[in-house]
């Protein structure tokens, strides 16, 4: 299987600020990598797909960038919406995988 | 609008069996791979299971192999998960996913429900 590891596990930041998430897998995905935001109590939402692109109405202060290992997800102007955990997945093969999560808090 | 509405979930001893649904809507849910994820309590997200659009091939993660059932009635735009033998691990909110691209990644989820597994 192919782990995910993500850093840092949580990370304290102000309104305003840019901030960087980074995800690594154990071994190469391509570019088979999704990016979800999860709010206490709800669904994880859907950010960012194939490493780089953005869903449709998702914030453009929102990146991601990366291949093969390597991966970020980089949200700039943080606004007080974006507090929440966040969690990337490798769709590469089965068994799809996902980060342990980055809580991103005040 | 797309709407995933997981039902089903509760309390169960150690072995016991329960059968989740997830009631789809806003798309046209039979051209779909669809899936189910939990999550543990304060925990990250496991993949459980996922299934095609017409419902012919099927896959599990090794956790739930050989315990836990997904199938789908596109007739009636539902999505199930039987699980049996069922454990203290399984204990988790168990959220169902629709499946886009190719290949596949979750671009929308359920709201979950709760499956506990304690006697």
């Known amino acids: 299987d192919i782990q995910m590891t993500q850093s840092p596990s949580t990370l304290s930041a102000s309104v305003g600020d840019r901030v960087t998430i980074t995800c690594r897998a154990s071994?190469?995905?391509?570019?088979?990598l999704a990016w979800y935001q999860q709010k206490p109590g709800k669904a994880p939402k859907l950010l960012i797909y194939?490493?780089?692109s953005l869903e449709n109405g998702v914030p453009s202060r929102c990146s991601g960038s990366g291949s093969g290992t390597e991966f970020t997800l980089t949200i700039s102007n943080l606004q007080p919406d974006d507090f929440a955990t966040y969690h990337c997945?490798?769709?590469?093969?089965?068994?799809?995988?996902f980060g342990l999560g980055t809580k991103l808090e005040i | 609008e797309v709407h995933l509405l997981g039902s089903g979930g509760g309390l169960v001893q150690p072995g016991g069996s329960l059968r989740l649904s997830c009631a789809a809507s806003?798309?046209?849910?039979?051209?779909?791979?669809m899936s189910w994820v939990r999550q543990a309590p304060g925990k990250g997200l496991e993949w459980v299971s996922s299934?095609?659009?017409?419902?012919?091939?099927?896959s599990y993660g090794d956790s739930v192999k050989g315990r836990f059932t997904i199938s789908r009635d596109n007739s009636k735009n539902t999505l199930y998960l039987q699980m049996n033998s069922l454990r203290a691990e399984d204990t988790a909110v168990y959220y169902c996913?629709?499946?886009?691209?190719?290949?596949?990644?979750?671009?929308?989820w359920g709201q979950g429900t709760l499956v506990t597994v304690s006697s």
């Open positions: 996913a629709k499946k886009r691209g190719a290949p596949h990644y979750f671009d929308y």
């Open positions: 806003g798309f046209t849910f039979s051209s779909y791979a």
């Open positions: 299934i095609d659009d017409s419902g012919d091939i099927t």
């Open positions: 071994q190469s995905i391509s570019k088979w």
């Open positions: 194939k490493a780089s």
């Open positions: 997945q490798q769709y590469n093969s089965n068994p799809w995988t």
